[in-house]
């Protein structure tokens, strides 16, 4: 697969995820380059008809909030044909993302998991306090219900010995 047909169909892919349409993706690169792409300028990068240049990517990845690696890497198991030369998943994969072994994989996720457990431990914080205080004001409003019922009553009781 050519390299413009591999960024087209990820370019696709993410827009579709974002529920964007051609003309709105069109209209999200305009802060980024001197003028928004027409709907059938993105229609024809979708289909890897157009040579990106590389204020392109970064502007696609901007408007996508994306790294530009997505928008680079296969989907797929193909290779991606250069002009001369066609580069197995692997060898493409070396070249636009630096290496990661197995030991930073780990890290990076167990970075990831605990501020996930962080932000889970926050949140249940925050909830016990929502709850405490929700606990207060019933606390409060029962006693003011109750403070109201008795005074009704004792108005109505008293009303009758008069």
Do not use: C
Request: charge should be negative.
């Amino acid at each position: 697969m050519k390299l413009e047909e591999v960024i087209g169909r990820n370019l696709a892919w993410v827009r579709g995820t974002q529920n964007l349409s051609q003309a709105q993706m069109g209209e999200a690169l305009s802060p980024y380059l001197e003028k928004p792409w027409s709907r059938q300028a993105v229609n024809s990068a979708e289909r890897g008809n157009r040579a990106f240049t590389a204020r392109d990517l970064v502007a696609l990845a901007l408007a996508l909030d994306v790294p530009v690696s997505v928008l680079l890497l296969p989907r797929n198991e193909g290779a991606v044909d250069l002009p001369g030369v066609a580069l197995t998943r692997d060898e493409y994969r070396r070249a636009v993302m630096p290496p990661y072994s197995k030991a930073d994989a780990a890290a990076s996720a167990d970075a990831s998991l605990q501020r996930v457990h962080a932000g889970f431990g926050q949140m249940l914080e925050l909830y016990r306090r929502i709850g405490a205080e929700i606990e207060f004001g019933l606390g409060v409003l029962s006693d003011a219900a109750e403070a109201r019922s008795e005074t009704t009553v004792g108005t109505e009781l008293g009303g009758r010995d008069g």
